[in-house]
């Protein structure tokens, strides 16, 4: 409790006296974290790093299929709209995510029966009231999120069995619903597994080929230290010559990828990790400048990561800020030593 005290207390007295630049003024591209709206209103070091080390957000949960539609006739924007509430009166980027996963999918629509028509009604509606509800207030969608699996086929679920061609149609519905908005097909671990990046590549030629919208591509970057990095170059130089633009979507960069109960998160974990957020901020600082949407770090501290809660790994510090919300080393190279790349 004391540490969290005295960590909060460097950090707001470097901040207020301005002797510490700030993660976003670093970069020419927006830089953004998944939040919490929970987290944002209970704590305050998160809300500190929040408002002020960010100007991009995208809802962790929040927009998910499950939080914004739990019944049939009935949504619920209430969480979704407090966090693009605190991303407007703070003057960030709002970015949507997602339309359509197999995942955090409500019981109704897993219970759902129908027949084709009545499925992609469903879905229609789905895509079309998010969307319309955010209009001109995101500006851009995960419209599709990991859709492929590694070996490049189509991953099974209730959307492609029941609606064979719901990626095309969910590009385009969303498009109907909010034309300004960036399209995204989002997705993760492409490095290493060639046959997932050529049908995301395929995926990508036959839409365009039918002239349905899609505008980006989401590379989630859920990374380790171990990731190879001339895999991950290979997929971000294949996904950039599509011309689209290019979002890292999930940042985060796990340094005990094996869940070793007895790891140590020592200095030179820490310098493996800021080596490789070096690497990631050089690769995407080579993607054409038209092409970049930003980064998009997935949750803020160590202690608010995916990997510990949902996957239960305990002893794992994937991101800039630690338990305690204190800037780790990786931080301090971005701040300090980028500090002219704008
Ligand atoms: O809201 C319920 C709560 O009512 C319940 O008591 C509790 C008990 O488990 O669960 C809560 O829901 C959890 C939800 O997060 C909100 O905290 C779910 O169990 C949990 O599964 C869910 O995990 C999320 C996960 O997506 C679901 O697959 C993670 O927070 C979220 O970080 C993660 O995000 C995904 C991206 O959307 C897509 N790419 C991968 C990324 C990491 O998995």
Not at 126 to 147: P, R, T
Not at 160 to 180: G, L, R, T
Request: hydrophobic share 40%; proline share 5%.
């Amino acid at each position: 409790m004391k540490t969290i005290f005295i960590c909060l207390f460097i950090l707001l007295t470097q901040r207020s006296f301005g002797q510490s630049p700030l993660l976003k003024d670093q970069f020419s591209f927006p830089l953004g974290a998944s939040m919490n709206p929970r987290l944002l209103q209970e704590n305050e070091a998160y809300r500190h790093l929040a408002t002020t080390e960010f100007n991009s957000v995208t809802a962790e949960n929040h927009m998910k299929m499950m939080m914004v539609h739990p019944e049939a006739n009935r949504f619920d924007f209430s969480k979704g709209d407090e966090l693009l509430q605190f991303a407007k009166s703070n003057q960030k980027r709002m970015h949507g995510h997602t339309l359509v996963w197999h995942n955090q999918v409500p019981k109704w629509m897993n219970e759902f029966s129908g027949d084709a028509q009545a499925w992609e009604a469903l879905l229609k509606n789905h895509v079309q009231e998010v969307a319309k509800h955010y209009q001109g207030q995101v500006s851009g969608w995960d419209v599709v999120n990991e859709a492929f699996l590694d070996d490049g086929s189509l991953r099974p679920s209730i959307w492609v069995k029941n609606i064979p061609d719901y990626i095309a149609k969910s590009f385009q519905w969303a498009h109907e619903a909010d034309p300004n908005a960036i399209l995204f097909y989002n997705d993760y671990g492409q490095d290493g597994k060639p046959q997932k990046m050529k049908a995301i590549l395929d995926m990508v030629q036959d839409l365009q080929a039918r002239h349905i919208p899609i505008h980006g591509l989401g590379l989630q970057m859920h990374i380790n230290i171990s990731s190879n990095n001339a895999e991950i170059q290979r997929v971000i130089q294949q996904s950039s010559s599509t011309g689209l633009i290019i979002h890292f979507s999930e940042l985060d960069i796990a340094v005990n990828p094996k869940n070793d109960s007895t790891f140590v998160y020592n200095e030179t974990a820490k310098e493996a990790q800021k080596q490789k957020f070096k690497f990631i901020f050089d690769a995407y600082a080579g993607i054409p400048k038209p092409q970049q949407y930003g980064i998009t770090f997935w949750n803020i501290g160590d202690r608010d990561s995916w990997l510990r809660g949902y996957f239960k790994r305990p002893k794992e510090y994937p991101l800039l800020f630690d338990d305690a919300y204190a800037p780790k080393p990786a931080y301090f190279y971005l701040t300090n030593t980028r500090k002219n790349e704008k």
